[in-house]
């Protein structure tokens, strides 16, 4: 009985992957299809015009990766002292436990609760409108618990007989967490980093409140009141707004951007994991 049941989920979760396969299969040769026809030089290089219909999306593809980048430098840091915290400073494993299911818990809030809230402190409570450094931060707490647990894993899989041959020779727990830890953990701290950028650069709801506008907007020269395009509003926008050719080919070749940007960071992110779990298995 127990030989069928197993069989039976095997072939159950093999069926569930063709079809996840198959479905996105086809919405990706739907968005390639569609937005190819728009690539072309003066796509990337020109702004957008026309209400979004024509010109480029180069200030959209700027304006996200200067959110991305804010939020990579705001959480970051953030990341590594709440890894660090759970893993080497905190005392009893019930403490960790509990600090490892707070970072789960953080990273299942709703996007739309963290760009409210961003709209909340920063555009009205600081004063600053819509600006770069606000959606920034918003990603950057946004992917923060994503990066910690991914670098709270990779840590606590490495060998203990690191740590014990470290302690052995007196170094200190800070020592040990600067020189022994991180260095064995950066493949962890990479592609956490990595996934939580793919997933910042696709959000709407954090930087629709806080950072990003539709048109009017280049390079950032402040920090208040300096909002940027961007690649996930203006594709929400026109998928609402456009009902014309040429903007129905806009929409589509920014979605293609967005897609090939969100899927380079996945890709990039794919070895260091595969390493990382191979060391772990091997350790």
Request: some cysteine.
């Given at each position: 009985?127990?030989?069928?049941?197993?069989?039976?989920?095997?072939?159950?979760?093999?069926?569930?992957?063709?079809?996840?396969?198959?479905?996105?299969?086809?919405?990706?040769?739907?968005?390639?299809?569609?937005?190819?026809?728009?690539?072309?030089?003066?796509?990337?290089?020109?702004?957008?015009?026309?209400?979004?219909?024509?010109?480029?999306?180069?200030?959209?593809?700027?304006?996200?990766?200067?959110?991305?980048?804010?939020?990579?430098?705001?959480?970051?840091?953030?990341?590594?002292?709440?890894?660090?915290?759970?893993?080497?400073?905190?005392?009893?494993?019930?403490?960790?436990?509990?600090?490892?299911?707070?970072?789960y818990?953080?990273?299942?809030?709703?996007?739309?609760?963290?760009?409210?809230?961003?709209?909340?402190?920063?555009?009205?409570?600081?004063?600053?409108g819509?600006?770069?450094?606000?959606?920034?931060?918003?990603?950057?707490?946004?992917?923060?618990?994503?990066?910690?647990?991914?670098?709270?894993?990779?840590?606590?899989?490495?060998?203990?007989?690191?740590?014990?041959?470290?302690?052995?020779?007196?170094?200190?727990?800070?020592?040990?967490?600067?020189?022994?830890?991180?260095?064995?953990?950066?493949?962890?701290?990479?592609?956490?980093?990595?996934?939580?950028?793919?997933?910042a650069?696709?959000?709407?709801?954090?930087?629709?409140?806080?950072?990003?506008?539709?048109?009017?907007?280049?390079?950032?020269?402040?920090?208040?009141?300096?909002?940027?395009?961007?690649?996930?509003?203006?594709?929400?926008?026109?998928?609402?707004?456009?009902?014309?050719?040429?903007?129905?080919r806009?929409l589509?070749?920014?979605?293609?951007?967005?897609?090939?940007l969100?899927?380079?960071?996945?890709?990039?992110?794919?070895?260091?994991?595969?390493?990382?779990?191979?060391?772990?298995?091997?350790?």
């Open positions: 009985m127990g030989k069928w049941l197993g069989r039976g989920f095997l072939f159950s979760s093999a069926l569930c992957a063709l079809a996840v396969l198959a479905v996105l299969s086809i919405a990706l040769g739907e968005i390639a299809g569609r937005g190819l026809p728009a690539f072309d030089l003066a796509f990337f290089t020109d702004p957008s015009a026309g209400a979004g219909y024509d010109g480029g999306v180069l200030f959209e593809i700027l304006g996200t990766l200067i959110l991305i980048g804010t939020a990579l430098a705001a959480s970051l840091p953030l990341a590594i002292g709440l890894a660090l915290a759970a893993t080497i400073y905190l005392p009893r494993p019930g403490l960790r436990r509990g600090a490892l299911s707070a970072l818990a953080a990273n299942a809030v709703p996007s739309v609760l963290i760009g409210i809230g961003g709209f909340i402190v920063f555009v009205h409570g600081l004063g600053w819509k600006s770069w450094l606000g959606g920034g931060l918003l990603l950057g707490l946004m992917i923060l618990p994503a990066e910690a647990v991914a670098l709270i894993e990779r840590i606590e899989a490495l060998p203990r007989r690191y740590l014990d041959a470290a302690y052995g020779l007196g170094l200190t727990r800070g020592q040990v967490a600067r020189s022994v830890v991180l260095r064995q953990s950066l493949g962890g701290l990479f592609s956490g980093a990595l996934l939580g950028l793919a997933r650069a696709g959000e709407t709801a954090p930087i629709l409140f806080a950072a990003a506008v539709f048109s009017g907007a280049g390079i950032p020269r402040g920090l208040k009141e300096s909002p940027v395009l961007a690649l996930p509003y203006h594709i929400f926008v026109l998928a609402q707004d456009s009902f014309s050719p040429a903007g129905e806009h589509w070749g920014a979605a293609l951007v967005l897609l090939l969100v899927a380079s960071l996945s890709l990039i992110a794919l070895p260091a994991r595969l390493r990382a779990h191979e060391e772990s298995r091997h350790g």
